[in-house]
């Protein structure tokens, strides 16, 4: 079964409104979970690390006042999309990896689609 | 982390074999190779992974070349279901990059009846 959940699946918004998304760990403890992006027909691209207890790091290119990230738990980070705009519509997946296990699992993915 | 190199799409009838290839020349010796898939519209599964020995799991198969420059990811009795985009990735567990895998374009395998 999963072992990472996102919420919700699938946003509508109004250009210029904040959208958050949850990801979750289920039946394990993470530390760090990643945020990737992926536009129609593209590739997964890495847009952050999410570190429990410390601020996130963005790679080279994301807005990182744009797109907060906050680890609230060792089971639950959080991604909110501020003042959305219609180029921000995309798939947005995290994903954690699983100490000892060398796996990482990816959650089922949010379309965020912004009018 | 390495790059790989996959090709862009690949058919399959249904019940038979697919082998998928994927070329790391540049692998490092403590570099993984995983495989995962994507298919449509939801996030990434882990199918499988290895170091240098052949792997197997209730999913595939992973065999890797002695030097370690090339593997292929088998599904030995492919579904219509296996329809998706797999992935290689060349990996290095640990270290400050632990879990910050990069995905290239991957394979489109398509399964046919």
Known sequence: GAVVSQHPSWVICKSGTSVKIECRS????????????QFPKQSLMLMATSNEGSKATYEQGVEKDKFLINHASLTLSTLTVTSAHPEDSSFYICSAPRTGMETQYFGPGTRLLVL | ??????????????????????????????????????????????????????ETNEMASLIITEDRKSSTLILPHATLRDTAVYYCIVFRAGGTSYGKLTFGQGTILTVHP
Not at chain 2, 7 to 14: G, I, R, T, V
């Open chain 1, 26 to 37: 289920l039946d394990f403890q993470a530390t760090t979970m990643f945020w990737y992006r």
């Open chain 2, 1 to 54: 982390d390495a790059k790989t190199t996959q090709p862009p799409s690949m058919d399959c009838a249904e019940g038979r074999a697919a082998n998928l290839p994927c070329n790391h020349s540049t692998i490092s010796g403590n570099e993984y190779v995983y495989w995962y898939r994507q298919i449509h519209s939801q996030g990434p599964q882990y199918i499988i992974h290895g170091l240098k020995n052949n």
